[in-house]
């Protein structure tokens, strides 16, 4: 697709459709509730493993293309129409939110200012050099969680879709966030 027939999508923050907005919360309160530090930190790697599966061996050209996708559950509108590029371009944007995030509440602060869907969203103009800013972004933030001893914070920072969660429900939404965004590589790389 060219500039003049992008397709004409919902505003980066516009949120989820109803009533995929009203179940979302209550299948991350049921994570949080079920899942411990471990397991969310499995979950993480696991999709962060995939990823990389799914972008091997890909040319620039595959990578950089954006493809215009359906929906999956858990993605906006706006995200429709990325590239792979963009996708971990968002990705490593997010991670070092998180890390913010956790480092705050894991020493009983909130974050200064809001979290933001829109604000999260990748450059159209990213380039290869993506990849190592990613994959780093996905260490540092396995390197942040393994320093917080305790996840169950009394401070609190609202997430827009969720709501207010302590640093176990940050850190329960990590690998979820990386499962949609696995499925979006997925349809980018066949809609190739």
């Known amino acids: 697709m060219t500039a003049s027939n992008t397709p004409q999508l919902a505003p980066p923050g516009a949120g989820l459709p109803f009533p995929e907005n009203r179940i979302a919360p209550i299948l991350l309160g049921v994570k949080r509730w079920t899942g411990n530090p471990q397991s969310y930190t499995a979950k993480f790697v696991a999709e962060r493993q995939l990823i990389h599966s799914l972008i091997s061996g890909k040319s620039d050209a595959e990578l950089s293309k954006q493809v215009l996708i359906a929906r999956p559950p858990g993605l906006e509108d ?17 991670h070092h939110a998180f ?13 200064a200012g809001e979290a933001s869907t829109a604000a999260v969203k990748p450059d159209k103009a990213v380039t290869a050099s993506v990849v190592a800013e990613y994959e780093a972004s996905c260490e540092a933030l396995l390197a942040t969680i393994a320093k917080i001893t305790n996840f169950k914070t009394t401070a609190k920072f609202p997430h827009p879709w969720f709501g207010p969660m302590d ?12 499962a949609i965004h696995r499925t979006q590589i997925e349809r980018i790389l066949k809609g190739l």
Request: glycine share 10%; hydrophobic share 50%; aromatic share 10%.
């Open 78 to 94: 706006s995200s429709r129409y990325w590239s792979v590029w963009m996708t971990l371009d968002h990705l490593r944007i997010v």
């Open 99 to 111: 890390i913010g995030v956790l480092e705050s509440l894991a020493n009983e602060q909130v974050p």
């Open 167 to 178: 640093a176990h429900g940050w850190l329960a939404l990590s690998g979820g966030h990386m």
